[in-house]
């Protein structure tokens, strides 16, 4: 079961996870559960590139330039992924 | 699908505009088949002798891979039936390129179930166009429903979780989509279904095959009460229109040359599986500078790529579920690309199908009873698989 996402924990991608940057964002495949998933946009994944040099996920918003008051959709975005095992604990 | 943040435009606008590689690449490996279906989209039989050799397969592969396209759903044919085959998925996996294929079953002993079971990035698809042999077997000919069961009862033995099981819907098995759905369960596999297109020898039984208007209902009332334990290849967005937006799960739009296209036997690109007519052709990956290069410049994917008119469709308030439905469709029928499906369910393709057409005849033909009507043999073959096309 995928672990329920808590943005003051460290994170990373599930090493099955491959990531393809496209214009309008990225898209993520999951090879372990065939699932794919889609970035909508370019800061996103800035902050999944974050993800895995920050101590939390909230410090992996700052560090690709998301303000406090903005963080909100982006780690709603990231707890969906986490629920979809696209991101897992480190 | 999940999706990321907020932003505009949607998700489908940017797709229709089309990505720097396919999500869904699908590479027909082979035209021969031990099967003669009379719906095959892909008019297969007999092999191609200009067929890829297994290195122009690996370098297609080795391009692939950079492009990051995720996986590959390969088809045919039979593909199993091309004797390095096995070795073909090996290397696509090891490169990082994952593989679904469909199969009617012909390959799969035990003993390649047992190897299949051991990979997480290979996905088997098995073709069952009837949940009975009487269905089935009139589409895919005599023994062919037993032999996709022997292939489901091999994966579920050898522990093989989740294969599929790939239905195209006809006017024969939509009222067993129940039993489908059941006969999955028994096999611990997933179903999917998928549409009826008339291309290939389909455009022969589109007319006496195709789900009635009624069926089309029944089909989306079924896809809407089950659509989260059901795959659909997001192939039933002509639909979309019968119900509120968004009721039907998936990405409902045609996504010819913008997010999926298709790699035929000897090369050729065409702009989705459903399309194979020089119309539709981008390409040929030995002669146009490789995938990457026909992916990204090929002139008719950039035209696909340009905002299409809705035609006659435009002043229809359901054009924005179902986008005008499926291209490949209306053209082996013979309506205007701009306009509406022929299974459009507000009934304008009844309309459309009435008046005077001409359909489009094949450009690609390899079934075996046609094209090699008559064959004298005065010698006997010197082994029985030399007059085999497996």
Redesign the interface.
């Known amino acids: 079961m995928p672990e329920p996402f808590d943005p003051a924990r460290s994170w990373r991608l599930h090493p099955?996870v491959?990531v393809?940057?496209?214009?309008?964002?990225a898209?993520l495949?999951h090879?372990?559960t065939?699932?794919?998933?889609?970035?909508?946009?370019r800061?996103?994944l800035a902050v999944l590139d974050a993800l895995g040099k920050h101590a939390d996920a909230r410090s992996a918003c700052r560090a690709a330039g998301v303000a406090d008051d903005q963080e909100e959709?982006?780690l709603?975005?990231l707890g969906?992924?986490a629920a979809?095992n696209m991101l897992v604990p480190r | 699908m999940t999706a990321g943040t907020v932003q505009v435009p949607s998700l489908i606008e940017q797709f229709e505009r089309g990505l720097d590689a396919p999500i869904c690449l699908t590479w027909e490996l082979t035209y021969a088949c031990n099967l003669a279906c009379v719906h095959c989209l892909s008019s297969s039989g007999r092999r191609d002798p200009g067929e890829l050799t297994t290195r122009q397969c690996m370098d297609i592969i080795d391009e692939l891979e950079r492009m990051q396209v995720f996986y590959v759903n390969i088809g045919g044919g039979e593909p199993t039936v091309r004797p390095d085959f096995w070795e073909l998925v090996d290397y696509a996996t090891a490169h990082h390129v994952g593989v679904k294929f469909s199969t009617n079953g012909v390959r799969i002993t035990p003993e390649i179930a047992a190897r299949l079971a051991a990979s997480d990035y290979v996905d088997v698809q098995i073709s069952l166009d009837g949940a009975n042999a009487e269905v089935n077997d009139a589409v895919r000919g005599p023994g062919s429903f037993a032999m996709a069961i022997r292939a489901l009862e091999n994966l579920s033995a050898a522990d093989f979780r989740d294969a599929k099981i790939s239905v195209v819907m006809t006017r024969h098995n939509v009222d067993q989509l129940d039993e489908f759905a059941a006969m999955a369960a028994r096999y611990g596999a997933t179903l999917r279904i998928t549409r009826l297109r008339p291309s290939g020898r389909g455009a022969d039984v589109w007319d006496e095959l195709h789900p009635t208007a009624e069926q089309q209902v029944q089909l989306y009332d079924w896809l809407v009460d089950h659509g989260e334990r059901v795959l659909t290849g997001d192939s039933f967005f002509h639909l979309s229109a019968l119900g509120a937006p968004g009721a039907l799960a998936g990405l409902n739009m045609c996504g010819a040359g913008r997010v999926v296209c298709l790699i035929d036997p000897v090369g050729d690109v065409y702009a989705c599986p459903f399309a194979i007519h020089t119309r539709f052709r981008a390409g040929n990956v030995l002669s146009d500078g490789g995938f990457d290069n026909i992916w990204k410049n090929a002139p008719l994917f950039l035209e696909l790529r340009e905002p299409q008119s809705a035609g006659a469709c435009a002043s229809c308030g359901h054009f924005d579920g179902c986008r005008g439905g499926c291209m490949a469709a209306k053209f082996f029928t013979g309506l205007p690309l701009a306009g509406p499906d022929p299974e459009c369910v507000q009934g304008y393709g009844v309309t459309a199908l009435a008046r005077d057409r001409n359909t489009p005849r094949p450009t690609g033909d390899h079934s075996r009873s046609r094209a090699i009507p008559l064959r004298l043999i005065t010698t006997p073959p010197a082994r029985p698989c030399n007059e085999s096309p497996v």
């Open positions: 099955q491959a393809r940057p496209e214009p309008f964002g898209l495949y090879f372990g065939r699932k794919l998933s889609f970035l909508k946009n800061t996103m959709p982006y709603r975005a969906m992924l979809s």
